[in-house]
């Protein structure tokens, strides 16, 4: 529990002094009722009416009873110096004490009133009076305090703590060095009093004025505030000042109690420290999932059975009740539960969760820890359903003689951030604002004729996050639904599918009681969309993304986000000619905004502020048919694998329809499928990644290219390689590089990725400590892509070991990074921080790098080797030695692609001819055997090899019918058959 800063009186007595009478507890049967004690001079909305509250709460002061069940703090009056004495003493909790039995002070006889109190003051060093001649002193008990002496009582009550006083006096009225100089600047620094503005800039703090008892009030409150982190994990955040009459509950005080609009019910034994006027914090709980955030306003006690708090709504600021600034809070997830629609499929949730136990990570082979995601929440299902239009029916959703087969894949998630600042329980500033994120992908394919719109419930989503200003928890719960929309009118065989990302801000912000809507223009990306067409058709998909957002489940925002897609296809045939069409494309999104019920939580009061915001907002347009030729549905598509990358123990199948498929071992989330199960034994779909065109990987981390020229990297982070700064330790999702468009392909060497670039550059990120990025530097790591150094005209690239190589169109090779044993092939074996041509190679159209070394492949169909022979990889009888600059491989000729797994070498001429060489230990080398060659062996099960990679001690090969096989270590699921049985031979990949 979060402890107040004032020290609870454990003793009440009666002293009967006007205006300083404490009210004994109640000495009855049970319950024991405990009410807050009330003014009839304090109005609650009158200047530190909360302060005056609190002073009564604490037992420090209940002012005077007037008869009638009537109380009168008399809030003007000027505040004695025995008063103040006694004040200070209840603020300590009344410590034991023994008076002295003669008084130090000739004007205070030890009958007086407040003598123990006075002369405790006086035994602390807080006020030892005035020394008189004679060696007498005087404490001067009815005198009236003055500012500038309450400034000191206050500084010597906090044991005099160490402050520096400014050069220059904040105070037009307070001379620096002046009397009380230091501690009237420690009053101010400490957020207890700041003074008067006497405008143009300057202020006063009238040091000779007196205390009002309303002020002395106000003064105590604040001196008793505990001021905390804003962030623990973050110094740089500040300290906010916590009220000192706040409670945060912890989730066991609350974990039976019963909580309604306005009565908490729990046991004694957890309400011992709840007093009237307190305020009630609480995250959101079993007991209280929307949270909680009330002031005390009684207290009934069965001591031993059950105690009921009935309470009243209370503000932020009544918590928090100063920031010392700004201050910026980014949403902390608590819950989050998708609630699908029956036809609706849930995928694996896309952010880690959990935290998995790794082994050690070396600088070659890191598998890092998961990362906690900052998102509220993060959601993606997927909907498909067939509707058949409903002939003769002019009052049907869908009309007509046709069919349409719909799908939407759907990703939500939000961050969320507040702002706030208070001042001595007043509001200055507040804002609230939700950062939806919606990637949404919707294709139809129809049939016939259709005019008419198709509504499907996607499901509900709903979530609870806070914000943590200091120890206090502002609960925020969210509520969403999901709907998919489609129309469509004419009569034509079609496919039309569209996928956007969109993102925008959402939310409210109060200024010294300016209040706006935050309701800012969405932006999109990702945009990607494919037409076929027989005939002329008008198609529209969107999305109905309908939230409301609660404080402390009382008030908020609600908004509703619909990105849309919409177009009308017209397809035009001319006599003799060729069909044509257009298919006009428009991408925006249709947003409303409004407040629910107020926000007075939050400590300013709109009412019932029902003006709600809405906007339409065209963010794309194209015509991406025109002038290209008409697709039709009936048009033949190609099927089957068309690409194919391997880790260290996982593979990656890239099939024509676009998606990507994963198997094998999991470390590090480097399958992409959202799983943090240990290994995957038949291919998995690689999440949220569609229109994929290339892929490449290695060691623990993977990349996909989309047709769209971004890249997305999931797996490892350990050296930046995600080129995400979001992407955490690792990420078992795609994340998109950012930084990067225009890519034609991508590489990797495993714990740096490479780019290449429409315009032949190429760039690098990840690990830099041998040079990999080409940067001219060894300076670390990096998740920015950055351009490699003096390479163009660039049309190949590859990474192996801790060197990256490079292709370019004049059939030359160059390399760069690690050159222990030749891996750069340029005659030296020192690193090159920069790219260096390759020595005695032209004419090259194809190369890849190895774990130890590279292959290339000339135009004649010869290959050629370089780098460490420990494998075999150069092929020339032995397992010993390298070569820094490249020699051919024996044997081969008319070859028309080369590849490599970890330890060995393919090469094949497309046809009747694949060869292998290099290390056996698995039957990677797919000849039948364990036995290791240092010369090419042929692989006799295999003809029309078209690719061919490999991981660790596995091997694949992509042939010219779509098929993949797969051969060698098994134990980790790597031939993606299911079993766990190694195979000598090449087996057929079952799933594709």
């Known amino acids: 529990m979060f402890r107040r800063g004032v020290a609870w009186l454990v003793a009440v007595v009666v002293v009967v002094v006007p205006g300083l009478l404490v009210v004994p507890s109640a000495v009855a049967a049970d319950p024991v009722v405990e009410n807050v004690v009330s003014f009839s001079d304090v109005p609650v909305e009158s200047q530190f009416a909360t302060e005056i509250s609190w002073l009564a709460a604490s037992g420090i002061s209940t002012g005077w009873d007037v008869g009638g069940g009537v109380r009168q703090y008399r809030p003007l009056e000027s505040i004695a110096r025995n008063a103040m004495a006694a004040f200070l003493y209840r603020h300590a909790g009344s410590p034991?004490?023994?008076?002295?039995?003669?008084?130090?002070?000739?004007?205070?006889?030890?009958?007086?009133?407040?003598?123990?109190?006075?002369?405790?003051?006086?035994?602390?060093?807080?006020?030892?009076?005035?020394?008189?001649?004679?060696?007498?002193?005087?404490?001067?008990?009815?005198?009236?305090?003055?500012?500038?002496?309450?400034?000191?009582?206050?500084?010597?009550?906090?044991?005099?703590?160490?402050?520096?006083?400014?050069p220059v006096s904040p105070f037009t009225d307070v001379p620096a060095g002046g009397g009380f100089y230091t501690e009237i600047t420690w009053l101010a620094g400490a957020g207890i009093s700041t003074g008067w503005d006497a405008g143009n800039g300057a202020r006063q703090y009238r040091p000779f004025d007196g205390i009002a008892r309303d002020a002395m009030?106000?003064?105590?409150?604040?001196?008793?505030?505990?001021?905390?982190?804003?962030?623990?994990?973050?110094?740089?955040?500040?300290?906010?000042?916590?009220?000192?009459?706040?409670?945060?509950?912890?989730?066991?005080q609350l974990q039976t109690a019963q909580v309604t609009t306005n009565t908490i019910a729990l046991p004694s034994d957890q309400a011992t420290d709840i007093k009237p006027n307190d305020v009630l914090?609480?995250?959101?709980?079993?007991?209280?999932?929307?949270?909680?955030?009330?002031?005390?306003?009684?207290?009934?006690?069965?001591?031993?059975?059950?105690?009921?708090?009935?309470?009243?709504?209370?503000?932020?600021?009544?918590?928090?009740?100063?920031?010392?600034?700004?201050?910026?809070?980014?949403?902390?997830?608590?819950?989050?539960?998708?609630?699908?629609?029956?036809?609706?499929?849930?995928?694996?949730?896309?952010?880690?969760?959990?935290?998995?136990?790794?082994?050690?990570?070396?600088?070659?082979?890191?598998?890092?820890?998961?990362?906690?995601?900052?998102?509220?929440?993060?959601?993606?299902?997927?909907?498909?359903?067939?509707?058949?239009?409903?002939?003769?029916?002019?009052?049907?959703?869908?009309?007509?003689?046709?069919?349409?087969?719909?799908?939407?894949?759907?990703?939500?998630?939000?961050?969320?951030?507040?702002?706030?600042?208070?001042?001595?329980?007043?509001?200055?500033e507040v804002s609230v604002?939700?950062?939806?994120?919606?990637?949404?992908?919707?294709?139809?394919?129809?049939?016939?004729?259709?005019?008419g719109q198709v509504t499907a419930k996607l499901g509900e989503l709903n979530s609870a996050f806070t914000f943590m200003a200091g120890p206090v928890p502002v609960v925020v719960t969210s509520n969403a639904t999901m709907n998919a929309n489609f129309s469509l009118d004419g009569n034509a065989d079609v496919v039309f599918s569209s996928s956007q990302t969109v993102t925008s801000n959402h939310g409210f912000k109060y200024n010294n009681g300016s209040f706006n809507l935050v309701n800012d223009k969405p932006t999109t990306a990702g945009i990607e969309n494919e037409y076929k067409a027989s005939a002329s058709l008008t198609a529209r998909a969107s999305l109905d993304f309908d939230a409301t957002i609660k404080l402390y489940g009382i008030a908020g925002i609600t908004f509703g986000i619909g990105p849309y897609a919409t177009t009308t296809i017209t397809v035009t045939t001319a006599s003799g000619q060729d069909l044509t069409w257009t298919c006009p494309l428009e991408l925006g999104v249709e947003g409303r905004l409004g407040v629910l019920a107020g926000i007075k939580i939050l400590g300013f009061d709109l009412g019932e502020w029902k003006a709600t915001a809405t906007n339409t907002w065209p963010l794309f347009t194209a015509n991406p048919c025109q002038n290209t030729p008409v697709i039709k549905p009936s048009d033949p598509v190609q099927t089957g694998v068309i690409g194919m990358a391997a880790g260290i123990e996982s593979a990656f199948?890239?099939?024509?329809?676009?998606?990507?498929?994963?198997?094998?071992?999991?470390?590090?989330?480097?399958?992409?499928?959202?799983?943090?199960?240990?290994?995957?034994?038949?291919?998995?779909?690689?999440?949220?990644?569609?229109k994929v065109t290339g892929v490449a990987a290695y060691g623990y981390n993977a990349y996909a290219l989309k047709s769209d020229g971004s890249v997305w990297a999931w797996g490892s982070n350990y050296y930046g390689q995600l080129g995400n700064s979001s992407g955490g330790q690792y990420s078992s999702v795609p994340l998109e590089v950012q930084g990067l468009n225009s890519v034609r392909s991508v590489a990797t060497n495993g714990n740096t990725a490479y780019a290449l670039?429409?315009?032949?550059?190429?760039?690098?990120?990840?690990?830099?400590?041998?040079?990999?990025?080409?940067?001219?530097?060894?300076?670390?790591?990096?998740?920015?892509?950055?351009?490699?150094?003096?390479?163009?005209?660039?049309?190949?690239?590859?990474?192996?070991?801790?060197?990256?190589?490079a292709l370019k169109s004049d059939g030359t090779v160059w390399a760069w990074g690690y050159n222990g044993e030749g891996q750069l092939g340029n005659g030296t074996t020192v690193n090159s921080l920069v790219p260096v041509r390759v020595s005695g190679l032209d004419g090259v159209r194809d190369i890849v790098g190895t774990s130890y070394g590279a292959l290339a492949l000339r135009n004649d169909g010869t290959v050629w080797a370089w780098g460490h022979n420990g494998l075999g990889l150069l092929a020339n009888g032995t397992y010993q030695g390298y070569s820094d600059v490249p020699v051919q491989i024996p044997g081969l000729s008319g070859m028309e692609s080369i590849g490599a797994n970890t330890n060995s070498a393919f090469a094949s001429n497309g046809a009747d001819e694949f060869w292998a060489w290099g290390y056996n230990y698995s039957g990677e080398l797919g000849d039948g055997t364990r036995n290791n060659a240092t010369a090419p062996v042929r692989v006799q099960q295999l003809n029309g090899v078209q690719f061919v990679t490999g991981g660790l001690y596995t091997s694949y090969a992509l042939t010219g019918d779509g098929r993949l096989w797969s051969w060698g270590e098994n134990g980790l699921g790597q031939l993606g058959n299911g079993t766990t049985a190694d195979s000598y031979v090449p087996q057929e990949v079952p799933a594709f």
């Open 96 to 166: 034991a004490f023994t008076p002295p039995t003669a008084s130090p002070f000739t004007d205070v006889p030890v009958e007086a009133a407040f003598y123990k109190e006075i002369t405790w003051l006086a035994s602390t060093g807080i006020s030892t009076g005035w020394a008189l001649d004679g060696g007498v002193r005087e404490y001067r008990p009815l005198s009236p305090i003055a500012r500038d002496a309450m400034a000191a009582f206050l500084y010597r009550y906090a044991d005099k703590p160490a402050f520096t006083a400014p």
């Open 217 to 252: 009030a106000a003064f105590l409150y604040r001196y008793a505030g505990q001021k905390t982190p804003a962030d623990p994990g973050n110094p740089a955040a500040g300290t906010v000042t916590v009220a000192p009459d706040v409670e945060v509950l912890e989730p066991a």
């Open 757 to 805: 670039r429409s315009d032949g550059t190429v760039w690098a990120w990840g690990n830099n400590t041998k040079g990999q990025q080409g940067q001219g530097h060894t300076l670390g790591t990096g998740s920015t892509p950055l351009q490699v150094q003096g390479l163009t005209d660039v049309t190949k690239i590859s990474g192996g070991g801790n060197s990256g190589y």
């Open 433 to 451: 604002v939700i950062t939806p994120s919606i990637k949404a992908e919707h294709s139809l394919t129809a049939q016939g004729s259709l005019k």
């Open 653 to 690: 199948a890239l099939k024509a329809d676009g998606t990507l498929w994963a198997w094998g071992f999991n470390a590090s989330g480097n399958l992409g499928t959202g799983s943090d199960a240990y290994a995957t034994y038949v291919p998995a779909l690689v999440l949220g990644l569609r």
């Open 281 to 428: 914090v609480s995250g959101a709980t079993t007991g209280t999932p929307d949270g909680l955030l009330v002031r005390v306003v009684q207290v009934v006690r069965d001591p031993g059975g059950t105690t009921l708090v009935k309470t009243k709504p209370a503000t932020v600021p009544e918590a928090v009740v100063s920031t010392g600034g700004l201050l910026e809070v980014t949403g902390t997830p608590v819950s989050s539960e998708f609630i699908p629609a029956p036809d609706v499929v849930v995928e694996p949730d896309t952010a880690p969760t959990s935290t998995r136990t790794s082994p050690a990570t070396t600088p070659d082979m890191a598998r890092p820890y998961a990362a906690a995601s900052a998102e509220v929440f993060n959601k993606s299902m997927v909907l498909s359903r067939t509707v058949k239009g409903e002939f003769g029916k002019p009052d049907a959703p869908l009309t007509g003689d046709g069919s349409v087969t719909l799908k939407s894949s759907v990703t939500a998630k939000a961050t969320a951030k507040m702002t706030l600042e208070t001042a001595f329980l007043s509001l200055k």
